[in-house]
């Protein structure tokens, strides 16, 4: 409310620096210090902008500023976690301090990601190298009917799954599913890419993020302890996706822009076409959690 006041105090007081004009005007130099009410016009809309920031109900420009400065947020945060890394970024060497199972039942298409660049979700964007991206399909594809609805894909709506023991520390739920574009472009809405999130603490410089839920299906809020294989939303497309699935990614702390993406160990798990055991995913793998004996 504060900052508010202070803008629409500012906009009122900036014309006075029109007096200035009769200083130059009449050769007044007092009446020239009038000009200095003008500087409160980049003040103004530096609060402005920090005002639209923090509401909670966005405008569609307060989203894509929000979105712009997420993308250059991601930009600027590779410098700093390689500094953070010491310059050495973790690599298929590294082994998670936890097991983890994916976050789904059933059979489900490893549609991106992998531990090489030529894999990669996103290799050069050292904070979702190692990520993940799932979906169903079958028969070659991941949609009923004509696939022009969200509601078309066979993973929309199914149950997403807690990877592992942990403590959630940061959801979002308030994103609506970004609608299904006709020429296969992203039209995102949300000002996160990852719309509607989860964010869950495993142990030490462990963290798991999980996005594109569905809003409203959230089951736990910030503080919730979690158990392995524990229901704690269901999938949805909302963020920066073109079609319903889940983004998966374990990270070495809680922050999704200055966090390395860690490669993830999987136990419990195998591939299903080979029905083999196996611990770390590329693209192109159908994969299943093995159901554990009571």
């Known amino acids: 409310m504060f900052i508010l006041k202070a803008i629409q105090l500012m906009k009122k007081m900036y014309w006075f620096g029109c007096?200035?004009?009769?200083?130059?005007?009449?050769?007044?130099?007092?009446?020239?210090?009038?000009?200095l009410f003008f500087l409160l016009a980049p003040i103004e809309l530096i609060l402005s902008l920090i005002y639209d920031l923090k509401k909670e109900e966005h405008s569609s420009k307060t989203s894509d500023?929000?979105?712009?400065?997420?993308?250059?947020g991601m930009l600027i945060?590779?410098?700093?976690?390689y500094m953070r890394c010491w310059f050495h970024l973790p690599d298929h060497h590294y082994k998670a301090k936890v097991s983890y199972r994916l976050p789904f039942d059933g059979e489900w298409l490893t549609v991106n990601g992998g531990l090489d660049k030529e894999t990669s979700h996103s290799w050069s964007i050292c904070n979702q190298r190692y990520a993940y991206d799932f979906y169903i399909d079958q028969e070659g594809k991941s949609y009923r009917t004509d696939g022009k609805t969200v509601s078309?894909?066979?993973c929309y709506g199914e149950?997403?799954?807690?990877?592992?023991?942990?403590?959630?520390?940061?959801?979002?739920?308030?994103?609506?599913?970004?609608?299904?574009s006709e020429n296969g472009e992203i039209q995102c809405?949300?000002?996160?890419?990852?719309?509607?999130?989860?964010?869950?603490?495993?142990?030490e410089k462990e963290y798991t993020t999980i996005a594109h839920l569905k809003k409203g299906s959230i089951l736990v809020k910030a503080g919730d302890y979690v158990s392995q294989g524990q229901p704690i939303a269901r999938c949805g497309n909302s963020g920066n996706t073109s079609e319903p699935?889940?983004?998966?990614?374990?990270?070495q702390g809680k922050s999704f822009?200055?966090?390395?993406?860690?490669?993830?160990?999987f136990d419990g798990i195998q591939e299903t076409l080979e029905s083999t055991d196996i611990h770390y995913l590329t693209r192109g793998q159908r994969v299943t959690n093995i159901k554990k004996n009571k």
């Open 65 to 72: 500023l929000k979105f712009l400065f997420q993308n250059l």
């Open 245 to 251: 699935h889940i983004h998966f990614q374990l990270q």
């Open 159 to 180: 149950s997403v799954l807690s990877p592992a023991d942990g403590v959630v520390v940061d959801i979002k739920d308030s994103f609506e599913d970004t609608p299904i």
């Open 189 to 203: 809405l949300a000002s996160d890419i990852r719309g509607n999130y989860i964010v869950i603490h495993h142990g």
């Open 77 to 81: 945060g590779i410098p700093i976690i």
């Open 257 to 265: 822009l200055f966090s390395a993406s860690l490669p993830i160990y």
């Open 19 to 35: 007096f200035g004009l009769f200083g130059t005007l009449l050769d007044y130099p007092y009446l020239s210090l009038f000009y």
């Open 152 to 154: 078309d894909y066979y």
